[in-house]
């Protein structure tokens, strides 16, 4: 009806045309030109047409296609933002250590907040936002000689993830002498999906502390990493573990027994580093495991790792390296000038040692023993979770120490990174090292896929020689068949 209608009165809608028409806009001289008009209009409606159906099918299939991608890539698209950081301390501690935290949050980037036992502190925007635990008063604490606080801390994880935030992948935990090296930390957890039950972690270095605690325990001041799918049902089911295991000391080992109560055991990650030792960790720093740098702990317990930097300016001047080449620092490589028979180990970012003679790779991946045990007394003995070996007392019996001064990027991959010579001892060294003052690396961006993260291999270094005062090392992948020796 309406279209036989429509049919017999044309011109309203032919006015109406008229009236969107341009030569309402750009009046025609001549009534001759309506054909063409007509045609133009035509054309303009097919344009318009055309452009439409482009436009909806491009955006279906490029909406399809781009969630396709995602479905299947995110396992590995885990960024900073995925990641909710949980800082354990007290109201005592805090006003100490945040200056740590401060290193290594950014208010931009990362997610974080800071539980105390008390409040009364004044904000500050350069740290995370603080929570105040709730009461834990009705839960039971039998270890002889602990401190009740492992309760508020173990609860810790059920209060961060019942904060209901949007989002998050991983919820993680630390103390507040804790430094984190935060995109590491999203490299390494992009290698697990977050939709399934996860607790990535590492160990203490200190055998005995496994011993007494659990060789599958992730260590609370290294800092671990439980799902977001594992973490929300924990955080339902804890509050009875922390009931049933009134018996324990820490608040890792209440976090430890639940977790393997839901049946989950840890993953390790050997980049997390509880540091259970005293002292020089300059031998630990130097035989960094061949993953990524995540977290050093008990900042406080150990010797300002720079010489003439204190603790936080030593972390800070680690850090600020990272900020340049994140995935390589503290990455080791090692490379020979068989010309002079001269052994030289680079930890990038930290420190390089140059050894006289030809020392074989194996012997200088294991750790040299420059600290001291974590547990003090006569009894104790130094076992290690790791290979070590002795690191000797006279200086003359070291190698060449240069520790790193600045480090910076030539605007695009490339990074150079200066270490000085740290003099002690008055030594007599080989003609070929004696002048040596500094030591210039070279290197690109170290990018870790998840292939290389899986099955991670370690680069390779050239000297560039003849060497007097400066020496310059570049360090780059290894052939296909290199063996890292010396040519002989
Ligand atoms: C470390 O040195 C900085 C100055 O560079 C200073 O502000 C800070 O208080 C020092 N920290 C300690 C613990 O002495
Ligand atoms: C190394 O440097 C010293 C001091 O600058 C200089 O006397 C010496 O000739 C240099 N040696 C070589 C081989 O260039």
């Excluded at 490029?62 to 885990?78: D, G, M, P």
């Excluded at 800070?316 to 995935?327: C, E, P, Q, R």
């Amino acid at each position: 009806m309406n279209q036989t209608r429509r049919k017999r009165r044309p011109d309203p809608s032919l006015s109406r045309l008229d009236s969107l028409s341009p030569e309402m806009l750009f009046p025609a001289k001549s009534p001759s030109l309506t054909s063409s008009r007509i045609r133009y209009i035509f054309l303009l409606l097919t344009f318009c047409f055309i452009i439409y159906i482009i436009f909806s099918y491009g955006t279906t299939f490029r909406r399809e296609q781009i969630s396709s991608i995602a479905r299947s890539l995110s396992v590995f698209s885990t960024r900073r933002r995925h990641l909710l950081f949980s800082i354990a301390a007290s109201h005592d501690s805090w006003l100490r250590r945040s200056s740590y935290v401060r290193l290594w949050y950014s208010p931009e980037s990362t997610r974080a907040v800071v539980f105390l036992d008390r409040g009364g502190l004044e904000s500050d925007l350069t740290l995370p936002p603080v929570i105040v635990s709730k009461d834990v008063s009705r839960f039971p604490y039998n270890f002889p000689g602990g401190l009740r606080s492992a309760i508020r801390v173990a609860r810790v994880v059920k209060e961060t993830v019942d904060l209901g935030d949007k989002d998050v992948r991983w919820f993680v935990f630390g103390d507040d002498d804790t430094v984190f090296f935060v995109d590491n930390l999203v490299t390494v957890l992009s290698k697990y999906d977050h939709r399934k039950w996860y607790y990535v972690g590492s160990n203490s270095e200190f055998y005995d502390q496994n011993v007494r605690y659990s060789f599958d325990m992730a260590f609370g001041g290294g800092g671990f990493a439980i799902s977001a799918s594992l973490a929300k049902v924990l955080a339902k089911v804890l509050d009875s573990c922390l009931m049933r295991y009134s018996h324990m000391y820490g608040s890792d080992s209440r976090i430890f027994s639940c977790v393997a109560e839901l049946g989950v055991t840890l993953t390790h990650e050997p980049g997390f580093h509880q540091i259970d030792v005293r002292g020089n960790i300059f031998g630990l720093l130097c035989a960094h495991p061949l993953s990524p740098l995540v977290s050093l702990h008990h900042l406080d317990a150990v010797d300002p790792f720079f010489p003439k930097r204190n603790r936080t300016e030593s972390v800070a001047h680690l850090i600020g390296a990272a900020s340049f080449d994140s995935a390589r620092i503290l990455q080791q490589s090692v490379c020979y000038d068989s010309l002079n028979t001269v052994t030289v180990s680079v930890v990038w970012g930290y420190a390089v040692q140059v050894y006289e003679g030809n020392k074989l790779l194996p012997d200088l991946l294991t750790l040299q023993k420059t600290f001291s045990t974590w547990r003090r007394g006569s009894g104790v003995q130094s076992n290690y979770m790791f290979s070590t070996r002795e690191y000797p007392r006279d200086p003359c019996g070291r190698p060449l120490v240069f520790f790193l001064d600045s480090v910076g990027s030539d605007g695009t991959e490339g990074t150079w990174s200066n270490y000085n010579l740290h003099r002690v001892g008055n030594c007599h060294r080989a003609e070929a090292v004696e002048r040596l003052e500094r030591v210039r690396v070279l290197s690109r961006k170290l990018k870790h896929d998840v292939e290389q993260m899986v099955a991670p291999r370690r680069q390779c270094c050239d000297i560039s020689s003849p060497y007097n005062k400066s020496m310059v090392i570049n360090i780059r992948q290894c052939m296909p068949d290199e063996l890292i020796a010396m040519n002989t």
